[in-house]
Antibody, heavy 121, light 108 residues
């Protein structure tokens, strides 16, 4: 069974930092690109970041570029999102999601259960 | 950036009805479109990719169609478990990989 389990979400002050993790199982992690997608409270879905299987290609949404850093450790079957200089508008549930195609075509399947990030003083 | 627009925002329907949800892209995306279902407190679930291919385990009552800029998701006979929010997403040109704002299916 394919599983993605996020962790690391917390309450953080504006300007603070947080590191999210996503541990996967049930598939060959190194062969799949991965994404972070977020959902602000009561809002829709927003793609945040992409990393290829070998970490050679990385993309960010403009809204987080320069503040967030995505990385992965294929030996640990783990995906990370380092979030710095957090703003109120970064408050959301953060999901990790696998590239569903296995060819970096980028529909998302499956998704983790999400980890909530609250940004407030 | 490709903007995805879904309509309507909310649809009130009765179980057993046939329903069609629309998604429009601001420019042609060929058939590079996915549909997701999200229930309260849950992660999104992939329903359709390639505009019309059902994902593994998705019931046949769900079907997708369209290409270019106009797409539809049809549920042939609504079941109680289908009341949820549905999102479309384009992956033709990215990043960013953009989503529509969602269509909420309510029980009439």
């Amino acid at each position: 069974e394919v599983r993605l389990v996020e962790s690391g979400g917390a309450l953080v002050q504006p300007g603070g930092s947080l590191r999210l993790s996503c541990v996967v199982s049930g598939f060959d992690f190194s062969k799949y690109s991965m994404n972070w997608v977020r959902q602000a409270p009561g809002k829709g879905l927003e793609w945040v970041s992409y990393v290829s299987g070998g970490s050679r290609t990385i993309y960010y949404a403009e809204s987080v570029k320069g503040r967030f850093t995505v990385s992965r450790d294929n030996a640990r079957n783990s995906l990370y999102l380092q979030m710095n200089s957090l703003k109120g508008e970064d408050a959301a549930v953060y999901y990790c999601a696998r590239d569903g195609s296995g060819k970096s075509i980028n529909w998302f399947d499956p998704w983790g259960q999400g980890t909530p990030v609250t940004v407030s003083s | 950036e490709i903007v995805m627009t879904q309509s309507p925002a909310t649809l009130s329907v009765s179980p057993g009805e046939r329903v069609t949800l629309s998604c429009r892209a601001s420019q042609s995306i060929s058939n590079n479109l996915a549909w997701y279902q999200q229930k309260p407190g849950q992660a999104p679930r992939l329903l359709i990719y390639g505009a019309s291919t059902r994902a593994t385990g998705i019931p046949v009552r769900f079907s997708g169609s369209g290409s270019g800029t106009e797409f539809t998701l049809t549920i042939s006979s609504l079941q109680s478990e289908d009341f949820a929010i549905y999102y479309c997403q384009q992956y033709n040109k990215g990043p960013p990989y953009t989503f529509g704002q969602g269509t909420k299916l309510d029980i009439k």
